[in-house]
């Protein structure tokens, strides 16, 4: 059974909590990605900023993505899976959190993202449509 490190997207790059959300919007359009870390001035994982969270909370709040630090939008700790974590725990973790990407951590280093395509592609047939379900349901 695959891992963490085995699906995930390798050597994610953070968004820095003291960083603008336009910033990260910027960083998010160039990589092409939907989501960000968000890490500290201490290196250690703060959250995860997605583009929907630039949405929501900044944009459709009418604040200012100029002046809105990416770090005021993470929420408590993030919720991450281990490098050697299978796609069974992957899966389970999503689920339980209700979340479409889990950064990846070895140890206490961040070392790629995980998506819910990546775990899609890497699970058996009936558990994608159980995972789809799990995510979707309030």
């Known amino acids: 059974m695959p891992v963490a ?3 995930m997207t ?4 953070c968004i820095g909590t003291e960083d603008s959300v336009l910033d990260a919007a910027r960083k ?6 939907g989501a960000l ?7 250690k994982l703060k959250g995860v900023l ?13 604040r200012d993505p100029q002046q809105t630090k990416a770090g005021e939008l993470a929420q408590g700790e993030a919720v991450t899976i281990g490098a050697d974590d299978d ?9 339980r959190h209700k979340v479409r990407r889990l950064p990846v951590i070895d140890g206490h280093r961040l070392v790629g993202m995980v998506a819910l ?4 592609r890497a699970l058996p ?5 159980d995972l789809l379900e799990a995510l979707s349901t309030d």
């Open 28 to 33: 998010l359009t160039e990589l092409g990605v």
């Open 117 to 120: 395509a990546d775990v899609a």
């Open 87 to 95: 796609t069974n725990e992957i899966f389970a973790t999503m689920a």
């Open 37 to 43: 870390p968000i890490c500290g001035t201490d290196d």
């Open 10 to 13: 390798p050597s994610a790059e």
């Open 50 to 62: 997605t583009d929907r969270d630039i949405t929501v909370k900044v944009l459709g709040k009418g």
């Open 5 to 7: 490190r085995d699906i």
């Open 125 to 129: 047939d009936p558990q994608v449509g």
